[in-house]
Structure formats: structure tokens, C-alpha cells
């Protein structure tokens, strides 16, 4: 612990002054911890698990400790000799910090059991307390949404005519990571733009391609620009996928000691276990939790939907969507119009 506190005493900006900070994605799995920067899409850190060595949480901070990559000479490709062990400090601000120190410690466990697994070193004590991977097992992972984007009949072509100049009128968003084809979402249409008048999309369909182009992981930024350079076109094809802007979730949860493997804040899923019961039941980042187990949650309190996610046993139903549709349909955001 004394080590995490002077790692926070290092980086704290002297008395008067703002602490400089950025917004970041943490993805947590069995072989990696990655932080993307939210705005940006990049990849900010990316430590192999095993190269993890310390993690704590002080209220509402977590530090992580990471060894630096061994370096190794080009030519030999072997360890340079005398070469010091370095670590690299991170600093993260999240009032779910304990959920998250968790969840990082759960990926160890899990992590270690297949190792022993794999080594043929079967302990039933520890097997016991770590049948976690049974419980995965008995999650089911949304089929109906993966058949829907592997069928070449549920996607369909939209011509979309429209003045040259005249932009298509749309608002488009990230499906979420945790999605099961990761692509943007038409989250508004300006009432009388050209994607509207169409009458053939929806909100809430997922662009799989615009004119050709594949639309499928790239980021929001690329995915924006492109909708822009049709602009100066007469004719707009979209290849997309009707979907509900409402994501239907469902988590199998057999007693309060396994973690669902997710943290809230406001609201909104902000990291995500990758491999957990989660993800596997349909989670996904940067979407807001509309219901809980039939009841809504869009007024309620964050530490109240705390509360009901730690709690909840058995079949947990949730529902969800896209943050930024979410402020869009209930006024919170103005929709700019692209």
C-alpha cells in the first residue's frame, strides 16, 4: 500500500493548481490489460497480465504497476546484459476502483487456473473455489444477434438520393465494445434529411458499408468522415442491419460471490471483463442500463444501480443502449446532424 500511496504522491498537482487527466477505456481479459483514450480511440497501455506486478485501490483510485519489456539486442534477439528492470506507474480515478481492483484480481484467478489446467496439475481445493469457468459455461451467448449479422439476408441495401450539397442528416454512434460485430449505429435523423426522407433506415440499424467501403471496427472518427465526403453525391448506398436500439442482455449469476465482471458509473457501462459472464450475456462499454430485471433504472441513483447489480442472483435481464443515443432520445444532447 505504501507504494501506491507514493506512486498518488508523485503524480498529484501542487495545491492550487488542476490535475491533469485524461478520459480512458480500461479492458481487462486472462492475457492483456488495455486503456484506450475514450476520445481518441488509441491505445494507450497495453500490459501482458503476466507482466503485472502490483494493484491497490485508495478510494477512489487504482494504480497499477507494470514491468517494462525486457529489451533485446536486434541483431541476437537476446536479452541485453545488465540491462535494469524498469516499471511503469499508472494512476486511474473511478469511484467503481474497487470493483475494478477486483476484477483485474479475478482475471489472475482465472488466468492461474488454466495454467495449471494446462499443465496437467488438477488441485481439486483450489478447482472448488474456482468453478467460475462453469458458470461461464452456462451463459448463453447472444446467438440470434450473431446469426443476424452472419446471413447475407438480413442485411439489405438502402439508396439513399439526395441534392448534391445537401448532407444525409444523420447521427451516428458506436455499437459498444463488447458487441458482437463492432460497427456505428444511426442513433438520429434530421426529420427532413435525406437519410429520413428515404424511408427505408431506422434508428438503431448498424452500417455495415457506405458506398463499398466497410465500416466494420473502425473508429467513430473514420466512420464520421466518411459519411461526410458523400456529401457532394447524388446517390448514397448503405449496407445495413436493422436492429432494435435496444440491447436485450441476460446474465446467469448463481451466487453473489462470482463478479459479474462490468462497472457502472451513472449509469453507463464503463470496462468490461473480457471472457466474463458479462460479455458473454451481451454487455457492452459505452452503453447506458436502461432496466434491471424489468425494472427502470433511467432515475435512479448510482449507487442505487449498484446496489441492484451486486445483489442480483439467478437470471439477471437487463436492458441497454448506446450512451449517446440514450442522451440524444431524452434531450440531454443536441443531435449534430452529419
Keep these: 500500500m505504501m507504494q501506491a500511496q507514493e506512486a498518488v504522491s508523485r503524480i498529484k498537482a501542487p495545491e492550487g493548481e488542476n490535475q491533469p487527466s485524461t478520459e480512458v477505456d480500461l479492458f481487462i481479459s486472462t492475457e492483456k490489460i488495455m486503456v484506450l483514450n475514450t476520445d481518441l480511440q488509441e491505445i494507450m497501455m497495453d500490459h501482458s497480465l503476466r507482466t503485472i506486478s502490483y494493484i491497490a485501490d485508495i478510494g477512489d483510485l487504482i494504480v497499477i504497476m507494470a514491468r517494462r519489456r525486457v529489451m533485446t539486442d536486434e541483431k541476437s534477439g537476446k536479452v541485453v546484459v545488465g540491462q535494469q528492470a524498469k516499471m511503469i506507474c499508472h494512476v486511474f480515478e473511478s469511484e467503481e476502483s474497487q470493483l475494478v481492483a477486483q476484477s483485474i484480481g479475478q482475471a489472475?484467478?482465472?488466468?492461474?487456473?488454466?495454467?495449471?489446467?494446462a499443465n496437467g496439475i488438477e488441485d481439486p481445493n483450489i478447482l472448488r473455489e474456482m468453478d467460475y469457468q462453469e458458470v461461464l459455461n452456462s451463459q448463453e451467448i447472444p446467438g440470434e444477434e450473431l446469426s443476424m449479422f452472419a446471413s447475407k439476408e438480413q442485411q439489405k441495401e438502402v439508396i439513399v438520393p439526395k441534392q448534391r450539397a445537401e448532407i444525409l442528416g444523420v447521427v451516428i454512434v458506436e455499437s459498444g465494445w463488447g458487441s458482437m460485430l463492432p460497427t456505428v449505429v444511426i442513433a438520429n435523423m434530421s426529420p427532413t434529411g435525406a437519410a429520413a426522407r428515404?424511408?427505408?433506415?431506422?434508428?438503431?440499424?448498424?452500417?455495415?458499408?457506405?458506398?463499398g467501403v466497410s465500416l466494420v471496427g473502425l473508429p467513430l472518427s473514420n466512420c464520421q468522415n466518411y459519411v461526410k465526403a458523400c456529401k457532394n453525391q447524388t446517390v448514397v448506398k448503405f449496407t445495413v442491419v436493422s436492429c432494435p436500439p435496444v440491447v436485450e442482455v441476460k446474465i446467469r449469476r448463481p451466487d453473489t460471490k462470482y463478479q459479474l465482471g462490468f462497472s457502472v458509473q451513472n449509469g453507463t457501462i464503463c470496462s468490461l471483463l473480457r471472457g466474463g459472464i458479462a460479455e458473454r450475456g451481451g454487455v457492452r462499454v459505452g452503453h447506458r442500463i436502461i432496466e434491471i430485471n424489468g425494472n427502470s433504472v433511467v432515475a435512479v441513483p448510482h449507487d442505487r444501480i449498484v446496489n441492484l447489480l451486486a445483489?442480483?442472483?439467478?437470471?439477471?435481464?437487463?436492458?441497454?443502449?448506446?450512451?449517446?443515443?440514450?442522451?440524444?432520445?431524452?434531450?440531454?444532447?443536441?443531435?449534430?446532424?452529419i
Design 108 to 117: 489472475f484467478q482465472v488466468a492461474y487456473v488454466e495454467f495449471l489446467k
Design 198 to 211: 428515404c424511408g427505408q433506415l431506422n434508428i438503431g440499424d448498424q452500417i455495415i458499408s457506405l458506398n
Design 311 to 337: 445483489t442480483s442472483i439467478g437470471e439477471i435481464h437487463m436492458k441497454t443502449m448506446p450512451t449517446s443515443m440514450f442522451r440524444l432520445l431524452t434531450g440531454q444532447e443536441l443531435p449534430i446532424y
